[in-house]
Each structure stands twice: as structure tokens, then as C-alpha cells.
């Protein structure tokens, strides 16, 4: 499987990502990582009908997904999306060897302060960002393609 892209965005397959993010980097898959949305059929239909032409959308549980990447042998350009945070730190700590993880767009909540003006987040949020930070994984923050990285270290 060649994964192109990692990233959260709690909207998911929302016409930023779909629009931007596939096109600039050729995406001919999503893999939606949720563990709650593996389990809602209609979610996972809504999220296939909003993908262009020529996108497979797929939802799977953390537990699911990590063979399903290591057996994936495929050509084609693949983006992991998470809605938050905590499934790509269970996705690592599960053995995934995660090299780069953007994040694009967490809203405000209890608890969340933010970080930039489209990404607030909790301690526990951010702690895991420090982690995986600290296990080698580079967490940035970018919107869109055309939006310049920034490290999320220097922003938490």
C-alpha cells in the first residue's frame, strides 16, 4: 500500500479533503480509520457517495486496518484519515510505523483550547501529539496543500 498521506480532519471526506488533498496527491483511495464509524453502515455510504470519481472510500477499525496495511502489496495512492487523534496514536502504539501525520482541522470542545484557529485541542490530545512526536512520527499542522507545514511542537 502506498500512503501517500496521513491526516486528521474531523470532517473527514469533506470537500477540502476530497477536493485538495486527492487531487494534488493522486489519491485513488481513503481508508477512514474509526473505530465507531466501522461499525455505521449509512456513514460509510454517505462517505463513498461524497468521493469523486475514481475514489474508493473504506472504514475500518484500528485493529482491522494495521494488517490491512502491511498485506496491501497495491500501487496506488492511498490517504489514511482519522477524525481524531487518538486513532493514530492507537494505530502506532499498535505497530504501525507512521512517519509523518498531518493535522488539518479539529474543532473547538469541553476542554480543547486551540492551537490555531481551526485546530483546538484537549490535554490528552496534545500530550499524544507530544508521544508521537517523541516515537519519531513528524505531527504538522496544514490545512491545505498549498498551506505551508508547521510542527506541531512549536505550536502546543
Known amino acids: 500500500m502506498k500512503i501517500v498521506l496521513s491526516r486528521i480532519d ?17 489519491v485513488r483511495r481513503i ?4 473505530d465507531v464509524l466501522a461499525n455505521d453502515s449509512f456513514m460509510t455510504e454517505v462517505m463513498k457517495m461524497a468521493a469523486p470519481t475514481g475514489v474508493d472510500v473504506e472504514t475500518m477499525s484500528v485493529e482491522n486496518a494495521l494488517p490491512r496495511i502491511q498485506e496491501d502489496t497495491s ?9 481524531s487523534i ?32 481551526r485546530v483546538f485541542m484537549a490535554p490528552e490530545e496534545i500530550d499524544m501529539a ?4 517523541n516515537k519519531g512520527v513528524y505531527v504538522y499542522l496544514q490545512m491545505l496543500s498549498s498551506d505551508s507545514e508547521v510542527n506541531i511542537l ?3
Not at 31 to 34: P, R
Not at 75 to 83: C, G, I, R, T, Y
Not at 94 to 114: C, F, H, Q
Request: glycine share 8%; aromatic share 8%; no cysteine.
Open 130 to 133: 507530544r508521544e508521537l512526536s
Open 154 to 156: 512549536k505550536q502546543i
Open 75 to 83: 500501487s496506488e495512492n492511498v490517504m489514511l484519515l482519522f477524525k
Open 86 to 117: 487518538d486513532y493514530a496514536y492507537k494505530l502506532v502504539n499498535s505497530g504501525y510505523n507512521l512517519e509523518r501525520l498531518n493535522i488539518g482541522n479539529i474543532g473547538s470542545g469541553p476542554k480543547r483550547k486551540a492551537v490555531t484557529k
Open 10 to 26: 474531523e470532517r473527514l471526506a469533506h470537500g477540502q479533503v476530497i477536493s485538495s488533498w486527492t487531487k494534488q496527491l493522486q
Open 31 to 34: 481508508l477512514v480509520i474509526d
